[in-house]
């Protein structure tokens, strides 16, 4: 018997990662979908299922996980999965491979911190610029702002972020199987790669500056090109809709 999965997604987030992930492993699921307050923050209907109030989070039958990493690492290992494996019905790597763990990590740790950084500091000096966040700043406060975050979103996060993109295409230039995972089937380290790189060449970041290599748009290409790459982008805009539609 399959387990009980329901995703809760929210718009515009990392779970988009998930959404792949579920589609590999082809165990039926359902999905919750939440949607982003004017302010970008998560809804309250987030914040009660999720301590933090963040996305993605999966009911794993009565469990609750939170977690990219966490997510994906559990239901890589359900045995549901691994027996399908041993079928040849899941064409996925299962066995956690040393490339699959380092990129599971740089993923958030090295690559995704500095561009979050560069979020909050963009949308921020926004709200301080058109007044919402303090009230009554003359001109020239606010050309101090602008030239401030500027500066820290051009001149000292661009270079470093762009640098995490560089050595990822450098990583996947010489990888024999084209997959994070170090082999011929993504794993753990391409599903924590996802949603960056597709925000990056299809998504928010797409028209933001940054050079995106070919070795990195081939990956993008295959993984988009896989059954369950085209099932994943395709369910998560039917549920969205569906939730709109809904509202």
């Not at 165990?27 to 309250?44: C, E, G, M």
């Not at 899941?90 to 740790?109: I, R, S």
């Not at 966040?133 to 661009?158: F, H, Q, R, T």
Request: net charge neutral; no cysteine; hydrophobic share 40%.
């Amino acid at each position: 018997m399959s387990p009980s999965i329901t995703l809760h997604h929210l718009n515009v987030s990392r779970s988009d990662r998930i959404f792949w992930a579920l589609e590999e492993i082809k165990l039926p699921y359902d999905v919750q979908v939440h949607f982003r307050l004017p302010t970008r923050s998560a809804p309250p209907s987030l914040q009660a299922v999720s301590p933090l109030g963040r996305a993605p989070a999966l009911m794993l039958n009565d469990k609750l996980l939170t977690e990219s990493a966490y997510i994906i690492h559990t239901l890589l290992s359900l045995p549901e999965v691994k027996a399908a494996a041993e079928k040849g019905e899941v064409d996925v790597q299962l066995e956690t491979t040393e490339d699959d763990l380092f990129w599971g990590h740089f993923a958030e740790a090295s690559q995704l911190n500095l561009f979050q950084a560069g979020a909050i500091i963009g949308a921020t000096s926004q709200g301080w610029l058109q007044g919402g966040m303090v009230p009554g700043l003359s001109d020239e406060e606010k050309k101090g702002i602008e030239k401030y975050s500027g500066w820290l979103l051009n001149a000292y996060l661009k270079p470093q972020q762009q640098a995490t993109i560089d050595f990822a295409e450098s990583f996947l230039a010489k990888s024999k199987g084209g997959f994070f995972s170090g082999t011929d089937k993504p794993g753990e380290g391409d599903f924590m790669m996802f949603f960056l790189i597709n925000s990056l060449i299809v998504g928010g970041r797409k028209d933001a500056g940054y050079k995106v290599g070919p070795s990195i748009k081939k990956w993008h290409e295959t993984v988009l090109a896989r059954p369950a790459g085209m099932k994943a982008v395709q369910r998560l805009k039917d549920e969205e809709e569906k939730a709109k539609s809904k509202i």
